[in-house]
């Protein structure tokens, strides 16, 4: 099957039950998430018309979504022994894969919008702000795809709900502190382009909460 005919039916939801595909197909659709998130990557830092912050993001997008998603991974394995669903590991994955292919599918139609909003932005924190939403529409289409995908998991063994629920809530708590590390995505005009920022390695959680504050004493 041609790869970019296959994620269209994964986007539409008309794509074979991810048991029986192949391992020809699943290359191929690893393929298309690794060139999408270059491809939005490449979109998302070239805001301000910094060409080498293009390049770092095209990097840094599918390197921030592997790099979560393996990090995670033991311990999705080890949420799905204990609920006794280590038969089912191998679909379970294979759901998580075809969500996170989503993501990048949809992240690389939306790159030309990225690209045609960045024309009547001056202001770096709106930038900033719309790259936030892109990846919110790419990742509730992702967590459609992960849906579906779970529906038959779930209609044989109803624990399978307390394992994608593991596996949202590890991942997303993983993938903020990933993004906080291997930030910036979006490079900021005013400042000198690098690949990762000064003091990269702190907590985004205390970052946020730090903010938060702030935020409450100027009001």
């Avoid at 699943?26 to 805001?47: K, Q, T």
């Avoid at 280590?86 to 790159?111: E, K, P, Y």
């Avoid at 919110?136 to 109803?158: D, I, S």
């Amino acid at each position: 099957m041609n790869a970019f005919a296959d994620v269209d039916g994964l986007l539409r939801g008309r794509a074979e039950a991810a048991a029986e595909i192949g391992p020809a197909v699943w290359r191929n659709r690893m393929a298309v998430g690794l060139i999408g998130g270059i491809l939005y990557g490449a979109v998302m830092g070239s805001y301000g018309g910094v060409g080498l912050q293009g390049l770092y993001s095209g990097l840094k997008v599918p390197l921030l979504v592997g790099v979560s998603t393996l990090l995670c991974l033991p311990n999705f394995y080890t949420v799905n022994a204990v609920l006794g669903l280590r038969s089912d590991f191998g679909r379970a994955l294979r759901a998580i894969l075809a969500a996170q292919v989503t993501v990048a599918a949809v992240l690389a139609c939306l790159a030309p919008l990225t690209a045609f909003f960045y024309l009547g932005i001056a202001e770096y924190g709106t930038a900033v702000a719309l790259n936030g939403v892109m990846f919110l529409v790419a990742a509730l289409a992702g967590q459609v795809t992960l849906a579906r995908a779970y529906r038959p998991l779930v209609a044989e063994n109803p624990l399978h709900r307390v394992g994608r629920a593991a596996w949202l809530t590890l991942y997303v708590f993983v993938a903020i502190q990933a993004a906080w590390v291997v930030r910036p995505f979006v490079g900021d005009p005013a400042l000198p382009t690098r690949f990762l920022r000064a003091g990269a390695w702190g907590n985004a959680y205390v970052e946020i909460v730090g903010l938060l504050l702030r935020i409450a004493q100027s009001l």
